[in-house]
DNA sequence: ACGTATTTGTTCGTATGTATC
DNA sequence: GGATACATACGAACAAATACG
């Protein structure tokens, strides 16, 4: 690896470069999670650059819960991403379970609207039909995973938002309504930075890519019952689409 | 076209009326998809409204993702993005094809490499293993959409470089090595902003996200045959996984 | 490598209308 | 009526990213 990829005296202070260079590193993983940094010293040397210099950047990166620096120790990559499996059934707190993380949640928005583009597509009806929405923020660890917007057919099921609430999960909620089982039809998958309102929602940079994945869920009839959009923080989470 | 649409003290806001007109008009493709909106400055003179207001009417189609918005550029009429098709058999031309759309593509790299950490837990090598490098970018109507590396383990495919600059084709230089068809074993999608050799190669701003998908590619028995890592320009393709 | 023009992004300040208590 | 909060709209200036010669 090149280790004068720095361009001084370019009008981007090097500790900005060194950081960049360093996040992309990390996020590539080079550096994989969990594992330590070269040492403030070994990584001054590679860069060519005073000790000072360097301690810039990694702050930078600490501050952005890249990495964490413990006196004494060394700096470590924070937090391994988590592999969010998607697949015919997908559920979250499993997902996240399977990570030997602790899932929770949390409502942060509900009601009935008039279904338009992409979710009446998605959902198989007519502009203007009535849709039911749960929004949720899910986590892991305490930590925002993901923003979930997911609509339902209103007139199909008319109770479902107080169905949620009682039992704080969707497919508890479904069940309710007559709906044993589902699974996912379709998955669409994109990317683009994030909103201000989901930069706080999700405590995240605004600087950060999101990862969004569109599904939609059908029942044993192949009817769809739900259409999802599921906004992930891409640093936080890769979505794996193993044996499906 | 008619200035003064706008309905001042209608009860409606100045800038839904405007954020309605623009959007019919780019549904009317009077402003074509990836072609670029008039400046601010002159659509709020068209309008009769401040700036503020004008860009009040354009956040709201970026949210609607209507329209992407390139600091120091313009805006941009979203559309026309690719959906390109992950399943057992993935191939780039098929796919862009089947959108209607003309392929193309030029090898920027090749060569051999010791296999380091997510190539050689891909093709199920030790660290340190040699494997051939492809890396290409792919286009669609001669815009880039996708940066891949594809890795091969060295050993099995010796001349594969040779094979590939004479047909051009992954498929037909590894139908050459005597692997006769293979497919899709894992997928994995994360999102993150590209590097500065990226923004190049891909023809693209440096604050616009990639959509990265690692995949591992086996033959009949099972055994790894390529480990690919594509890079997608997200404002220009969505991956979708209909029906795996 | 550099300056200039263009275009979007941000932050002041000011004023007005509307809904609510 | 009065007080308050909030969304809307306008104006000016500057910052930041980009394009171009």
């Known amino acids: 690896m090149a280790a004068s990829k720095l361009a001084r005296g370019s009008g981007v202070?090097?500790?900005?470069?060194i950081a960049a260079e360093l996040?992309?590193?990390?996020?590539?993983?080079?550096?994989?999670?969990g594992g330590r940094l070269p040492t403030e010293h070994e990584l001054a040397e590679r860069f060519g650059v005073n000790r000072h210099t360097l301690r810039r950047a990694v702050a930078a990166l600490e501050e952005k819960g890249l990495v964490r620096i413990e006196q004494g120790r060394g700096t470590f990559v924070q937090g391994g991403?988590?592999?969010?499996?998607?697949?015919?059934?997908?559920?979250f707190s499993e997902n996240i379970r399977r990570q030997a993380r602790e899932p929770s949640g949390?409502?942060?928005?509900?009601?009935?609207?008039?279904?338009?583009?992409?979710?009446?597509r998605g959902?198989?009806?007519?502009?203007?039909?009535?849709?039911?929405?749960?929004?949720?923020?899910?986590?892991?660890?305490e930590v925002p995973i993901s923003l979930g917007s997911h609509y339902f057919p209103a007139r199909r099921f008319p109770g479902l938002i107080d169905a949620f609430t009682q039992t704080g999960s969707i497919s508890a909620a479904l069940s309710e309504a007559g709906v044993e089982d589902y699974?996912?039809?379709?998955t669409r998958v994109t990317a683009r930075l994030p909103h201000d309102n989901e930069t706080e929602l999700l405590e995240m940079p605004r600087t950060r890519p999101l990862l969004i994945c569109d599904s939609v869920n059908v029942d044993q009839d192949g009817?769809?019952?739900?259409?999802?959009?599921?906004?992930f923080v891409a640093d936080r989470v890769q979505i794996s689409l193993e044996s499906l």
Request: glycine fraction near 10%; avoid cysteine; aromatic fraction near 8%.
């Open 23 to 33: 996040e992309a590193e990390i996020s590539d993983r080079h550096f994989p999670p």
């Open 106 to 120: 949390r409502l942060v928005r509900s009601g009935r609207f008039a279904a338009d583009g992409d979710v009446a």
């Open 81 to 91: 991403t988590i592999d969010y499996a998607v697949g015919k059934r997908t559920r």
């Open 13 to 17: 202070a090097l500790w900005r470069q």
């Open 183 to 186: 699974w996912r039809k379709s």
């Open 123 to 141: 959902l198989g009806l007519r502009r203007g039909t009535q849709v039911i929405l749960l929004e949720t923020v899910g986590m892991a660890d």
């Open 223 to 231: 009817d769809p019952i739900e259409f999802g959009r599921g906004r």
